[in-house]
Nanobody, 116 residues
Framework: QVQLVESGGGLVQPGGSLRLSCVASGLTFSSYAMSWYRQAPGKERELVAGSSNYGDSTTYEDSVKGRFTISRDNAKNTVYLQMNSLKPEDTAVYYC?????????WGQGTQVTVSS
């Protein structure tokens, strides 16, 4: 049974930082591309950042470039999202996603709220 468990969300002031973690189990982690998505109230889920299976290729949504960094530790079956210079518009539920060909799995999400 595949499980993706996110952690690290919370309430942070504008300009602050958070690091999200997603621990995967039940799959061959190094075979999967890993991504972070987010969904704000009333909006569609959007891709925030993605990493190839060995982390040698990454992609970012334009609004987070230079502020967010995705990384992974295949030995720990974990993908991270370091979020710096957070803005109120970054407020959303953040989801971890694992993808390998037709196989796709989601975590339960972790809330990030940026507010003073």
């Amino acid at each position: 049974q595949v499980q993706l468990v996110e952690s690290g969300g919370g309430l942070v002031q504008p300009g602050g930082s958070l690091r999200l973690s997603c621990v995967a189990s039940g799959l061959t982690f190094s075979s999967y591309a890993m991504s972070w998505y987010r969904q704000a109230p009333g909006k569609e889920r959007e891709l925030v950042a993605g990493s190839s299976n060995y982390g040698d290729s990454t992609t970012y949504e334009d609004s987070v470039k230079g502020r967010f960094t995705i990384s992974r530790d295949n030995a720990k079956n974990t993908v991270y999202l370091q979020m710096n210079s957070l803005k109120p518009e970054d407020t959303a539920v953040y989801y971890c996603n694992a993808k390998f060909f037709v196989y796709r799995y989601w975590g339960q999400g972790t809330q990030v709220t940026v507010s003073s």
